[in-house]
């Protein structure tokens, strides 16, 4: 029942590294090494990733890791008991007895009567229409014809010549320009944050200098200044990272994965 973790041991043995020096290449938590390499399998993270630290250990120490993965199924298959096919249960015989649901039959009926109501004032209802009074006023003097006040009366000037006054155009005026919006300069220098679901082990390089490198445990927040940030990690799903305040997801969906931040337009 040892042989799966005794064959992890030995090929590190033979390979010359330590726990320790094996996180760093991996970049899986050196703790989740040993209880694979004591089959310790309650230590390890839910069995989707616990297969993921499987396959990876296994390349890293020269491994066949469908081998290993398949030894490592078979152990922890023992050691779990295994799964459990739990029958279905027999669904329950409910006779069904068809009722009116007097709310709806009324709902019905009061939507009935206003569409009715809409569609016989739309169509049916006589229209009351007010005629529109003529903006020209037109007046009667006895013994005279009938003249239009709205028609504008031509002006006799000196020397009998007739002089129709003409309107004074309107004056318009030119818009006024609106100046254009400032654009917002973009920080050279960013304020980059980093979190965790769990404890998890995070490389972090800022401007190209190392500033952190280690297990962050959750509920903590890392806080760093830049203008370019580097992060890497064993358990990127739960490696959370916000840029100026704005959150920016998981580092990655994979089980070892690596992200540039500010992430570069177009990525």
């Not at 209802?125 to 009074?133: K, N, Q, R």
């Amino acid at each position: 029942m040892a042989e799966f973790g005794e064959l992890l041991r030995h090929a590190r043995a033979y390979k010359g590294v330590s726990l320790r020096e094996a996180e760093r290449a991996t970049k899986i938590n050196r703790h989740h090494l040993a209880s694979l390499e004591r089959e310790e399998f309650s230590e390890l993270p839910p069995l989707i990733y616990a297969r993921g630290i499987v396959r990876n250990y296994a390349q890293y120490l020269g491994l066949d890791p469908v081998a290993v993965f398949a030894l490592f199924e078979e152990v922890h298959g023992q050691r779990s008991g295994g799964f459990r096919v739990v029958p279905a249960t027999k669904p329950l015989s409910i006779p069904s007895h068809w009722a009116p649901n007097f709310a709806i039959i009324a709902f019905m009926v009061v939507m009935s009567a206003v569409i009715f109501a809409w569609i016989y004032s739309a169509y049916f209802a006589p229209s009351d229409v007010t005629p529109t009074p003529s903006s020209a006023l037109v007046t009667g003097t006895p013994g005279a014809g009938i003249a239009l006040l709205a028609t504008p009366t031509p002006e006799i000037a000196q020397g009998g010549a007739v002089v129709t006054p003409t309107p004074s155009p309107t004056p318009t005026t030119a818009p006024t320009p609106t100046p254009a919006a400032a654009a917002t300069p973009i920080p050279s220098v960013h304020q980059f944050a980093i979190s965790t679901a769990r404890t998890v082990w995070v490389d972090v390089t800022v401007d190209g200098k190392s500033a952190w490198s280690g297990n962050i445990a959750p509920g903590t927040t890392k806080s760093f200044q830049g203008k370019q940030m580097h992060v890497g990690s064993g358990n990127s799903a739960y490696v959370d990272v916000s840029v100026d305040g704005v959150y920016q997801g998981a580092v990655g969906k994979t089980w070892n994965a690596t992200q540039t931040y500010p992430v570069a337009t177009g990525n």
